[in-house]
């Protein structure tokens, strides 16, 4: 079956704690990314991989770093996570470009920055 | 960057009545997508709309790109209590930020039986 699967799916966390959440596709997709749903805000884009080693800001990324050392797997990483990063993540990937009938997307991690 | 309004934010409508909601752009977008979210889920792609102009239907939604290319409306018609969740229209504009999706604010469906 294919899936995107995120981990944890519910994160609270401290002020300056760093944290990873995890992504990862089993359908061989060359384009990932990771966006951040926020109430009356929609979905934002945070960063984008478009291949292994090749990755790029989307339209919110300070405080997130990513890394794409595999073609599967997409972790984001808060290095100091502060009180507004509390959000709902999602992961998303995707084969031809990003073409929209193949984008699937994760089921969420929610975190909470204390 | 490019913004969507969507409206409205919310609707709360009886069982049976039919649903409109729309999007506009500041600018142009060359695909047009609306998703659904349901509570503890990530958004599922209703619908895919390629070309200005464009009419599609997918059971009882309809969705169409505007001629613009900054508007798209997203109908349901006879609404059922499984239509309940976040509808967002999304757009996607090639040879920028490969695969990026720019979404609106969503709108919250209540269907009431």
């Known amino acids: ?114 | 960057g490019q913004q969507l309004n969507q409206s409205p934010q919310s609707m709360f409508i009886q069982e049976g009545e039919d649903v409109s909601m729309n999007c506009t752009s500041s600018s142009i977008f060359n695909t047009w997508l609306w998703y659904k979210q349901e509570p503890g889920e990530g958004p599922v792609l209703l619908i895919a709309l390629y070309k200005a102009g464009e009419l599609t239907s997918n059971g009882r939604l309809t969705a169409q790109f505007g001629i613009t290319r900054k508007d798209s409306f997203l109908n349901i018609s006879a609404s059922i209590p499984s239509d309940v969740g976040i509808y967002f229209c999304a757009g996607q504009l090639w040879g920028t930020s490969y695969g990026k999706l720019t979404f609106g604010q969503g709108t919250i469906l209540t269907v009431h039986p």
């Not at chain 1, 944890?8 to 359908?27: A, E, W």
């Not at chain 1, 292994?52 to 100091?80: A, C, H, M, Q, W």
Request: a neutral charge.
């Open chain 1, 1 to 114: 079956e294919a899936q995107v699967t995120q981990n944890p799916r519910y994160l609270i966390t401290v002020t300056g704690k760093k944290l990873t959440v995890t992504c990862s596709q089993n359908m061989n997709h060359e384009y990932m990314s990771w966006y951040r749903q926020d109430p009356g805000l929609g979905l934002r884009q945070i960063y984008y991989s478009m291949n292994v080693e090749v990755t790029d800001k989307g339209d919110v990324p300070e405080g997130y770093k990513v890394s794409r050392k595999e073609k599967r797997n997409f972790p984001l990483i808060l290095e100091s996570p502060s009180p507004n990063q509390t959000s709902l993540y999602f992961c998303a990937s995707s084969q031809d470009r990003g073409v929209g009938n193949t984008i699937y997307f994760g089921e969420g991690s929610w975190l909470t920055v204390v």
